[in-house]
């Protein structure tokens, strides 16, 4: 298995999925099958193809073998937090999913390691919206920058630590309080996520033109490698391809 110190991350657009369902577990084919609305099939199949692709590649396959792919499977813990397989083995990471607007991103981190991420288009976000889910502090950074990208941007790092958190959208927003630090790294800056409890992500966030993109962590690191170079989300434009057949068959 490659190493992870640092955690790595994979992003894929629509168009990157394989054609033909080679690459389907059982599982996921039987879970698909299940589902009549096209946004909805249409995120899990991408979904799960970037976290199947992101931990083949960090267990050393090809992610280009759609064997291999079948092989990793992605199972949704009792509290929903996806975890990843190898065959019936736990694949020894720990891997947080995002998707939005036709894009999807995988992080990966080693076993001992918590991590969160989260993907959102930087659009406009209402002062009803800020009011209702943001600290008073929070309100105060979006009121005094770019509104958008900072509305977005903290919520998109609430996010992320909400699923370190494990608990997701089911814990009230308020309760844990975005700080965004002044440290960079090769395009990703510092942010840091309190919890009301007093506990402490770090994170890191990065833009990639209309997309804002975070992830958090149990502890300090790095911000996340890409496994592609550059990493596609880089000229990633956002689509809605599912409104042109919203429910097949109807």
Known sequence: MSETPTGVWHS????????????????????????????R?????????????????????DPADQAA??????????DGAPEAFWGERPAGVTIAMTDRADWAV?????ADVRIGCDLEVVE?????????????????????GDHDLLANLVWSAKESALK????G????????????????DNGWHALTVLSAEGGRFP???VRYGEFVLTVATSRPAPPPTSIRQPPPLATATPTHSWMEDPLPGR
């Open 203 to 205: 994170g890191w966030w």
């Open 106 to 110: 995988c992080a990966v981190a080693p």
């Open 169 to 184: 959208l089911r814990r009230d927003t308020r309760t844990v309080e975005v700080v965004l630090g002044d440290d960079g």
């Open 164 to 167: 370190v958190l494990r608990t």
């Open 69 to 78: 792919i079948r092989d990793v499977v992605i199972r949704n813990a009792p």
């Open 41 to 61: 099939r249409e995120e899990a199949r991408l979904g799960r193809w970037t976290a199947k692709t992101a931990v083949a590649a960090v267990l050393g396959l």
């Open 12 to 39: 894929a657009g629509m168009h990157d999925m394989a054609e033909g369902t080679g690459w389907l577990d059982d599982q996921l084919s039987a879970r698909l099958a299940r589902m009549p609305y096209t946004k």
């Open 124 to 144: 406009p976000r209402s002062e009803a919206f800020v009011r209702d889910y943001f600290t008073p502090a929070e309100r105060e950074l979006v009121d005094a």
